[in-house]
């Protein structure tokens, strides 16, 4: 199953807020679940080899669904330009997994993906991927995205705890989600009780 599958059968269960039925709500947690539980070792019967390509498609897809549960602070679109811009903080296989979104939409938004030559221009993402070698730069991009109403996320060791608003890791060959919500408060991202269910809460350092 490629990335574009996953995406348009998770967009079978799409989270409509506020109004949305508990039957509906009900599936579209159903498809991040399922998600959260393919084990990597045997997801979709490929062979180990593609096992690296198959995490990166996996994680992008389950980014695409979990940002429906995710409400941005007020007026974070007004300068958007109808663009939904995300950015990746240092060198990454992921890039290449997600400039496939750019044939999606986000928040009703065409998809934008860039490399973020210039840490500086963390403000200017809705979006921000950081890459592991970055984390040694946390508290800037901490202070630089809360400035920006950036919603930051990754794949590293101790990226919530040191501000990171949602992070993936992996238990027993399966991925799963952390978010720092007091962060995400701080931030003025809304998640949604249901996405936080499925979710390991991390509190930051400092706190």
């Not at 506020?18 to 070792?41: E, G, M, N, W, Y």
């Not at 860039?114 to 040694?136: G, R, T």
């Not at 995205?145 to 990754?154: C, F, I, R, V």
Request: proline share 2%; with cysteine; hydrophobic share 40%.
């Amino acid at each position: 199953m490629t990335l574009k599958n996953l995406i348009h059968f998770s967009c079978r269960f799409r989270y409509k807020t506020p109004s949305v039925s508990i039957f509906r709500s009900s599936l579209c947690l159903f498809s991040i679940l399922l998600f959260l539980t393919f084990s990597f070792s045997n997801a979709f019967g490929q062979e180990s080899n593609n096992e690296k390509s198959l995490k990166l498609e996996l994680q992008v897809a389950m980014i695409y669904k979990i940002l429906d549960f995710i409400q941005w602070p007020t007026n974070s679109f007004i300068n958007s330009h109808k663009t939904f811009r995300i950015g990746v903080l240092g060198a990454s296989p992921i890039f290449g997994s997600l400039k496939l979104l750019e044939e999606e939409t986000i928040k009703d938004l065409q998809v934008k993906v860039e490399l973020v030559e210039n840490i500086n221009n963390i403000k200017n993402f809705h979006l921000l991927y950081v890459c592991p070698k970055q984390i040694n730069q946390m508290p800037f991009i901490v202070n630089a995205a809360m400035e920006g109403k950036t919603l930051t996320l990754s794949k590293t060791n101790g990226f919530a705890q040191r501000g990171g608003i949602i992070n993936f890791y992996e238990n027993k060959g399966k991925m799963r989600l952390e978010i720092n919500l007091n962060q995400a408060k701080k931030s003025e991202f809304k998640i949604s009780s249901r996405l936080l269910m499925l979710s390991r809460i991390i509190s930051s350092e400092n706190q």
